[in-house]
């Protein structure tokens, strides 16, 4: 039986994704000479807010594979569908992206399949070599989580505890990976030390919580309505406390401020908060916001792709914005390329999906040409290989 598709991670996949977008440009033009510094300040605010992005898509990939597969995971099925709809589009999309980098002169197809295991195509596809990693053992971890389940509530809420503290500590110390690769490789090469930097382990906790998430869904979503303000009240001196961080270094004088277990503490626990914060956003739009839950819809089934080919698109818009259209202002500029950027991948991948076979590269067998023809207000409908005259109230769906 089907189970029902849950409406809030349309709309945070498409959170997580303007998020990415929202890092690499606003990160790349928050202290680049030239800014203002109070444009700086504001970019810096926007760039903070957007770095929940690898958390919030990690939580999914936890709520998905858990819920999903609840029952049971036929192994075949399971890493068949992943490499045909996860790590077929990666190969395909680190070619194009390697292949469009190589114009600039910033990458090239030496050691290959080094590049795909570490995620070094390109800058942003160091995401890949991650999750790719938690797909590979998520039937082990599946099997660990159901004898988990079992245990009385007490040693559950323990073990999400210790999980926190233990990514508390591996955090603080995530040096460890220098002396891992140092280990296994003795003069480890750039794959290589990428490879090992980029481990799970260093995002397992959001995996965790997405796993709790899914467990104690029903719990949850009561919670999140009762605590909503709660949580906002505490989601924003989280953000302005790391916001402080992120800008601390470039006032005059400033004071030198050591990055401990405090800070890790907070930083971890800003970006779970941000998470439940942006969840209870989702869950008003999916209920009180039907037109625009409409777009998120039409639009989440394409996160994936065009999270993977966003990088060739902003650095085409920014070239293209910075040779026709200079604007003096980095805010506004960074702005309009932030703008152009989400809405061009999103309506590129689109396109690409009306293509035989789109599945493959794009991840996704939701084709566009679906949504568009499926419009009430169309004259004509799509039925098999032509057109018919559709009158609204007559011609059946």
Known sequence: M?????????????????????????????????????????????????????????????ISLFYNHSEGVNIFTFYKKRILYIFLPYVIWSIINIMDAKQYGQASFDNFVGQLAAGTGRYHLWYMSMILRIYLFFPLILWLSKRIRKLPKFYKVGFLLICFVFYIILLKNNGITFIIGKSLFK?????EQMFIDRTP???SIYFVVGAYVIFWYPHLIALLQRYRKFIVLTYTPLLLYIYYIQINPHFPGHNYITIGYLYCFLKVSYMILAFFMFYSLASYIVNQKP??????????????????????????????????????S????????????????????????????????????????????????????????GFLPYRRGVAKK
């Open 330 to 385: 980095f805010l506004l500029q960074s702005l309009l390329i932030y703008i152009l950027t989400i809405a061009l991948t999103i309506k590129v991948i689109q396109v690409l999906s009306l293509f035989p076979f789109s599945k493959y590269f794009l991840g996704t067998s939701c084709n566009y040409y679906k949504e568009f023809f499926n419009k009430r207000d169309l004259p004509f409908k799509f039925i098999g290989k």
């Open 291 to 328: 037109k625009l839950y409409r777009l998120f819809k039409d639009t989440s089934p394409y996160s994936y792709s065009a999270y993977l080919a966003h990088v060739i698109v902003l650095q085409a818009v920014a070239m293209e914005v910075d040779k026709v259209y200079p604007i003096k």
């Open 187 to 191: 003069t480890p090469t750039y794959n």
């Open 2 to 62: 089907q189970k029902e598709h849950i409406k809030e991670l349309d709309v945070l996949r498409m959170i997580g994704f303007v998020f990415v977008v929202a890092q690499h440009v606003f990160g790349a033009y928050a202290w680049r000479e030239g800014a203002g510094f109070y444009e700086s300040l504001i970019l810096n605010l926007f760039y903070v807010i957007a770095q929940p992005a690898v958390p919030i898509f990690v939580m999914i990939t936890a």
């Open 201 to 203: 382990l260093l995002w």
